[in-house]
């Protein structure tokens, strides 16, 4: 959000509050938009803080965010007593550095990076900015190899373009935005919401700096299927030496660190020839708090020189790639706690339980017999599904309400899931998504049932309908 001029209005407004009692009693005016000339004390600020917040949202009932919403009491003592460490800093915190390439190296193990190559990573606010770096490395990449295959790329038109499935998450949108890089979206259907294998090579040429492969879209949270593409591209490459070699980043914001345990023999990371980098967010199905993301490249070849930059790192240089400077490493702290904490047995045991519970809302939203589904929780844990066409209660009730009633009803029982169309290609079709999380415990997943199908019912009976015309999106969480 921006936020500017139309707080004008409010600017002068004051907020005042009576505190104490009797003779201690004083008033505080709190300007809302200004700067209070006087200061307060501590407890003071921190009451009125937490009780503006108060009427927010319960984040655990949210289950339209797939960021991570309760993390253990020691990591989070461990992340407030690291709040204050740089992470850009390596000289000043070489053991904080150490854990962020700990993470690093656990991670391209997790992915299968074949140790013949160089593989290189780094930690990134989250999957946003781990995007837009391994953009920029495909983006610069095909520059230089284009240049050396006599290619024009330095008039305006064509611009280079960059592949991707209509059912892309947003920081694709803004990395071609930002770096001038036309997105060229391959458009799923009804039926299928992910990316089109039988179509996507028709969007190549020589200015494609690449292909972005999704392991678990934000839509629905299926598969691209990676595999399919890879051979695609192998095919292409040995047919096309004389264009630059195309090559795969796969966005692994939700599957990176889902997969690796519940499906490891599943292909779709660097034991694919073509996948050249990885990213994903440690505040998904990594399960700690919001923000941190990881990046790897399968070797550093695949990382143009110009886009690293040296810090001093205790006495010497040490490379670095970000967009930001100076953040704090506490989300690294927070990744490495449950890298230690949990091990391989922990996060499949956590990753395959949350994955159950996502099954049980799935088949329960199957069985009232009102819903085509996308995605049952069974393999992601994550429930998408539309509205039948002509949906009947199993009395032979017409179903007079959408989606967006049904979100509203749940939100009276504290539950947050969005409703929201699809994208290009099947923009006709509205779903809703239930993201399941390791904080989704099996008594608030029989509630969350419980809920859902008091809904169902109350829904039914209800004679009052608000979003008969409602359209575009809609409570839509990334
Ligand atoms: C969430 C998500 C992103 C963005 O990730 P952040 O960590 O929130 O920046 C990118 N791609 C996909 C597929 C996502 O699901």
């Given at each position: 959000m921006l936020y500017g001029e139309k707080n004008k209005a409010k600017f002068h407004k004051t907020r005042r509050l009576v505190i104490g009692i009797g003779q201690k009693k004083h008033e505080l005016e709190i300007p809302k938009y200004r700067l209070r000339k006087m200061s307060m004390s501590a407890d003071t600020a921190k009451g009125l803080i937490e009780s503006l917040l108060l009427d927010e949202g319960n984040s655990r009932q949210n289950m339209a965010t797939f960021c991570q919403t309760h993390m253990e009491h020691q990591a989070t003592e461990l992340m407030a007593e690291t709040l204050d460490k740089n992470a850009i800093d390596k000289s000043e915190y070489p053991q904080t550095a150490e854990l962020e390439n700990r993470c690093v190296?656990?991670?391209?193990?997790?992915?299968?990076?074949?140790?013949?190559e160089e593989y290189l990573g780094t930690s990134t606010v989250g999957s946003s900015e781990a995007c837009m770096l391994a953009g920029m490395a495909m983006k610069f990449r095909w520059r230089n190899q284009a240049r050396e295959l006599g290619i024009d790329v330095d008039t305006l038109k064509p611009r280079p373009n960059?592949?991707?499935?209509?059912?892309?998450?947003?920081?694709?949108?803004?990395?071609?935005?930002?770096?001038?890089?036309?997105?060229?979206?391959?458009?799923?259907?009804?039926?299928?919401l992910t990316l089109d294998l039988d179509h996507v090579m028709e969007y190549v040429d020589d200015h494609t700096i690449g292909i972005v492969g999704i392991q678990g879209t934000t839509y629905s949270?299926?598969?691209?299927?990676i595999k399919g593409l890879n051979e695609l591209l192998s095919k292409y490459n040995r047919e096309h030496e004389d264009r630059p070699q195309l090559v795969i980043h796969v966005d692994a914001a939700c599957g990176g660190m889902l997969t690796p345990f519940i499906e490891p023999e599943m292909r779709w990371d660097f034991r694919l020839s073509n996948?050249?980098?990885i990213s994903t967010s440690g505040h998904k199905y990594g399960l700690t708090y919001p923000g941190v993301g990881w990046i790897v490249w399968r070797d550093r070849k695949y990382l143009p020189k110009e886009l690293i930059f040296e810090v001093s790192y205790l006495g010497g240089e040490m490379p670095t790639m970000a967009i930001n400077f100076s953040r704090s490493a506490s989300q690294i702290v927070g990744q490495y706690y449950n890298f230690l904490r949990l091990g391989w047995d922990g996060y499949m045991l956590t990753h395959l339980k949350t994955t159950e519970n996502a099954g049980l809302i799935g088949k329960a939203i199957k069985e009232s017999g009102l819903f085509d589904m996308y995605n049952e929780g069974s393999r992601t844990p994550i429930v998408c599904y539309t509205l039948k066409e002509n949906a009947k209660y199993s009395d032979g009730t017409p179903v007079v309400w959408n989606l967006y009633d049904l979100s509203?009803?749940?939100q009276m029982h504290g539950w947050q899931v969005p409703a929201y169309p699809l994208p290009e290609g099947a923009k006709e079709v509205t779903v809703q998504r239930i993201v399941c999380r390791a904080d989704l415990t099996s008594a608030l997943t029989e509630a969350f049932i419980n809920d859902f199908e008091q809904c169902l019912n109350d829904l039914k009976e209800a004679h009052v309908l608000c979003n008969e015309k409602k359209s575009g999106r809609y409570g839509f969480t990334y």
């Open positions: 190296n656990i991670l391209a193990d997790l992915w299968n990076v074949s140790l013949k960059l592949v991707i499935s209509s059912a892309y998450q947003v920081c694709w949108e803004k990395f071609c935005v930002y770096w001038d890089v036309e997105l060229r979206t391959v458009p799923v259907t009804k039926d299928k949270g299926e598969y691209d299927d996948v050249v980098s509203d009803r749940l």
